[in-house]
Structures are given as structure tokens and as C-alpha cells.
């Protein structure tokens, strides 16, 4: 990473904090910026190193060093010498725009404007930011500091330069970056995640079966498949002879429809919206919303990978 020494973060919210724990985690200087709330913003990412140690992925002194390369900030003018800035506020434009404004007037040495976005065109952003060159959309999953995957987005105005810093620095952040060939909505990840969403409520909606029930065929049968091989990967070893056969007499029973389906609308009309409202498709306690933490985090956690930094943020240690 000997372009990027230094990172900024602007957005406090579970992206940006994870995203703080990741670049910490791997002994890069890190500046938070966040309006307000600057001592609950480090109560989050004290958790998330805590639960690290937890898990046994971080020993406890480890923890305090990752800590030392975090500031968190108010001003823009504390952003001064970053090299790379990651915007991870809320999905509008508008605060978007406002964001790489000042990027623009207090970071003169930015290398790349990164914005986390997974809706809005890497395009359209790059448009609105004012340095054209420099903006290109990076993808995460949540939470970031433990999936690897991040899906890179660039667009018609975007340097190569730009691409190739960005590019090498997640590298060397051990993450899987895939480049998008085309800025479209979704990316990659999301637009298999919904086609499948979408036929699950079908399912449910035609009476094929109960929502427990497909969950229950997604978790035993073909999901830990895909944790090894990919799609491409598997149809190869099927035969796509046999896809063929299979999409011809298949595909015309699936859902083909281009909005949100009754489902969802109904349940969100009365106000079930999930594990946040205690109600969804299942009702949701606090006993059952701590296990379906556990359980999102499993898989990701033989992942973890951090060039874990072994000395205190010479910076940290001035100011102590």
C-alpha cells in the first residue's frame, strides 16, 4: 500500500464503522468523520474489535493497537492528508454530492473518492462529485470487516489510476475485489440475491410451500454447495445440456414480475418489517435475534483475514 497511507471514512453508520474496523485491522490510519455522537461511534467500533477478541480472532493487546489507528472527527479540515476517502453515507445524491464537495476542498492530496453505494449509478456519481476521475463505486457486504467480497464499479470518467490504487489497496487488505464490466443496478451480488428473493415469494405466494420450508431446502441443500464452487462452476459439472433442458421447461413457471409482490407490500403496510419491528415473516425475540447474529456471522469468520498491525499508531502516541 505505498500510495495510501492514510484513509478517511465518512458516514458513522454500520458501514462506516465496520469499515473503520477493517482499515484499523490491517495498521492503516484511519480518520472518521461524524457530525455528532463521536463517543457512541466509538462505543460501536470498540464492540466490534471486542467481539473479534471474542471470537477469538484478536488477542486483547491487539485490540488496543487496531484502536490507536482510528480519530475520529467533526471537521473536514482534520482530513486533510488522507490519500483515499470511503463515503459511506445515506443512499441520496444529494448528501452524497455534499460529501465529495468537501473532499474536493479539504483532501487536495485524494487519490480516490470511494463511495459504498449499492444503488446508485458509479456513473451518476462521479457526475455529481466534481472530480470525475477519481470516483468510482466499492461494494461491501455486511459487515465488511469480515466478508471479503467487495464488488468495484467503475464508470466512463474514471482514471485507470484511479481503478488500479483502489484495486491494490483492497487487495492488500486481503479482500475479493471484482471489477463490473458495466455499471448496472445491483451489481453483481445483489441482483442474485433478489431473483432468488423473488421466487421465494412466489413460492409462498402460489402455495408450493411455507417461508420455514424454504429456508429449510436453501440451507441443506444447494447454499453450502455455493460456500465451494460457484454457479458457473457447478452447471459445468452438471452438463449445461442439462440446464438447457431443465431452463427450457423450467423457466416459463418462474416469477417474472417487475415490482415488490403483495407479500412484502402487506406485511410492510402493517408495520412487520423484520427483526427491527419484532415481526416479519417470524416473529423475532431478543433470545432469537441474538442467535440469528451468531449465525450471519459464522460463516465469515474462517475468512478473517487482517495484516493485524504489531505497533502503536506513531501518531496515537504523540498525542497520549
Given at each position: 500500500m505505498e500510495n495510501v497511507k492514510k484513509a478517511a471514512v465518512?458516514?458513522?453508520?454500520?458501514?462506516?464503522?465496520?469499515?473503520?474496523?477493517?482499515?484499523?485491522?490491517?495498521?492503516?490510519?484511519?480518520?472518521?468523520?461524524?457530525?455528532?455522537?463521536?463517543?457512541?461511534?466509538?462505543?460501536?467500533?470498540?464492540?466490534?474489535?471486542?467481539?473479534l477478541v471474542?471470537?477469538?480472532?484478536?488477542?486483547?493487546?491487539?485490540?488496543?493497537?487496531?484502536?490507536?489507528?482510528?480519530?475520529?472527527?467533526?471537521?473536514?479540515?482534520?482530513?486533510e492528508e488522507v490519500d483515499i476517502a470511503f463515503e459511506c453515507v445515506a443512499e441520496n445524491l444529494e448528501t452524497k454530492r455534499e460529501v465529495f464537495a468537501n473532499l474536493r476542498t479539504f483532501c487536495p492530496g485524494l487519490l480516490v473518492a470511494v463511495s459504498t453505494s449499492s444503488a446508485i449509478s458509479s456513473r451518476e456519481l462521479a457526475v455529481a462529485s466534481g472530480m470525475e476521475d477519481k470516483v468510482l463505486v466499492a461494494h461491501p457486504f455486511y459487515p465488511p470487516h469480515l466478508i471479503p467480497c467487495v464488488?468495484?464499479?467503475?464508470?466512463?470518467y474514471t482514471s485507470a489510476q484511479s481503478l488500479e490504487?483502489?484495486?491494490?489497496?483492497?487487495?492488500?487488505?486481503?479482500?475479493?475485489?471484482?471489477?463490473?464490466?458495466k455499471d448496472a443496478p445491483g451489481f453483481i451480488a445483489n441482483r442474485?440475491?433478489?431473483?432468488?428473493?423473488?421466487e421465494a415469494i412466489h413460492i409462498v405466494e402460489q402455495g408450493i410451500a411455507e417461508p420455514r420450508d424454504v429456508d429449510r431446502v436453501l440451507k441443506y441443500s444447494f447454499a453450502p454447495r455455493y460456500t465451494a464452487i460457484g454457479i458457473f462452476e457447478h452447471f459445468d459439472n452438471c452438463g449445461l445440456d442439462l440446464a438447457r433442458d431443465i431452463s427450457?421447461?423450467?423457466?416459463?413457471?418462474?416469477c417474472s414480475t417487475g415490482e415488490a409482490q403483495s407479500y412484502v407490500r402487506e406485511k410492510c403496510d402493517n408495520g412487520h418489517y423484520g427483526v427491527k419491528s419484532?415481526?416479519?415473516?417470524?416473529?423475532?425475540?431478543?433470545?432469537?435475534?441474538?442467535?440469528?447474529?451468531?449465525?450471519?456471522?459464522?460463516?465469515?469468520?474462517k475468512c478473517f483475514s487482517w495484516n493485524i498491525p504489531e505497533k502503536f499508531c506513531e501518531m496515537q502516541e504523540e498525542r497520549n
Open positions: 465518512v458516514g458513522a453508520g454500520m458501514i462506516g464503522i465496520s469499515m473503520c474496523a477493517l482499515l484499523t485491522g490491517n495498521g492503516v490510519e484511519t480518520f472518521l468523520y461524524t457530525r455528532s455522537r463521536q463517543k457512541e461511534r466509538k462505543e460501536q467500533y470498540d464492540q466490534i474489535l471486542a467481539g471474542e471470537d477469538g480472532l484478536l488477542e486483547e493487546e491487539q485490540k488496543e493497537i487496531c484502536a490507536s489507528y482510528l480519530h475520529i472527527t467533526s471537521s473536514y479540515e482534520e482530513l464488488e468495484v464499479v467503475p464508470n466512463a490504487i483502489l484495486k491494490d489497496f483492497l487487495e492488500n487488505l486481503n479482500r475479493e475485489v471484482v471489477v463490473i464490466k442474485l440475491q433478489y431473483a432468488m428473493l423473488r427450457d421447461y423450467l423457466y416459463p413457471d418462474l419484532g415481526q416479519g415473516t417470524y416473529f423475532w425475540n431478543d433470545r432469537d435475534v441474538e442467535d440469528l447474529k451468531e449465525r450471519v456471522k459464522a460463516p465469515y469468520l
